[in-house]
């Protein structure tokens, strides 16, 4: 390998992204190029911007950001301002990954916006059953709910969001010593389908509450 590392490295930025934009796939130079020439600055991302499980996570991430559009990124380089390809990629990726994280955050700040209250009614579906308790008071009995129960409610029933797209919203109000990225997507389910159920029980209580008091 030691060898292939020599002989990529006297390649010039240009013919370094023909040879990698080629077919087929010179598989040598990509492990090269994405393991060793661009490893500082994703270990930097990683640390400081984007945190992966993996450095496996952290290179298909980069890897699907360079190779978007036919490798539009690597090929829009122009030696622009005398930046080396290295300089301009490390900017690039930097700003990505910026944007990548701040969207995310704001999807995940999405699940705590106020429902309107027509929203409410589909909780209703969870008393279709109890023909006594009428769907009125719902937004009420929804009001009377924990901020935890809300929280999963909101995102699974009102905005429906799968368990695993709330997860990161939801995990911080549930009770497990485990970080989320600690646990198996499976067993991620169980714990917040149990959640959910519990949430709808405690709607369920506050809506024969409220009827009872009318």
Same mark, same amino acid.
């Given at each position: ?51 992966? #499980?993996? @450095?496996?996570?952290?290179?298909? $991430?980069?890897?699907?950001? /360079? *190779? ?6 690597? !090929? ?55 023909? #006594?308790? @009428?769907?009125?008071?719902?937004? $009420?009995?929804?009001?009377? /709910? *924990? ?6 409610? !909101? ?60």
């Amino acid at each position: 390998m030691s060898n292939n590392n020599d002989k990529y490295s006297q390649l010039s930025d240009q013919e370094l992204i023909e040879r990698l934009t080629a077919t087929p796939v010179d598989e040598k130079l990509h492990n090269y190029f994405f393991t060793k020439k661009c490893k500082q600055f994703l270990r930097y991302i990683s640390l400081n911007i984007y945190q992966c #499980e993996s @450095e496996n996570q952290l290179w298909g $991430e980069f890897y699907e950001f /360079l *190779s978007k559009d036919n490798w539009a990124v690597m !090929r829009n380089w122009k030696n622009r301002n005398g930046a080396s390809l290295y300089t301009y990629l490390a900017y690039c990726a930097t700003n990505h990954f910026i944007h990548k994280k701040l969207t995310e955050k704001k999807e995940q700040e999405q699940l705590f916006v106020p429902s309107s209250q027509g929203t409410y009614e589909q909780l209703a579906g969870f008393v279709e059953e109890e023909e #006594e308790i @009428e769907t009125y008071p719902i937004r $009420e009995a929804f009001n009377m /709910l *924990s901020q935890r129960d809300q929280t999963i409610l !909101r995102a699974l029933v009102i905005d429906g969001h799968s368990a695993l797209e709330a997860a990161p919203v939801i995990w911080k109000h549930i009770k497990n010593k485990k970080n989320l990225d600690e646990m198996d997507p499976k067993r991620v389910q169980c714990t917040i389908a149990m959640a959910k159920h519990r949430a709808q029980l405690a709607l369920l209580t506050n809506l024969r509450e409220i009827s009872k008091n009318h």
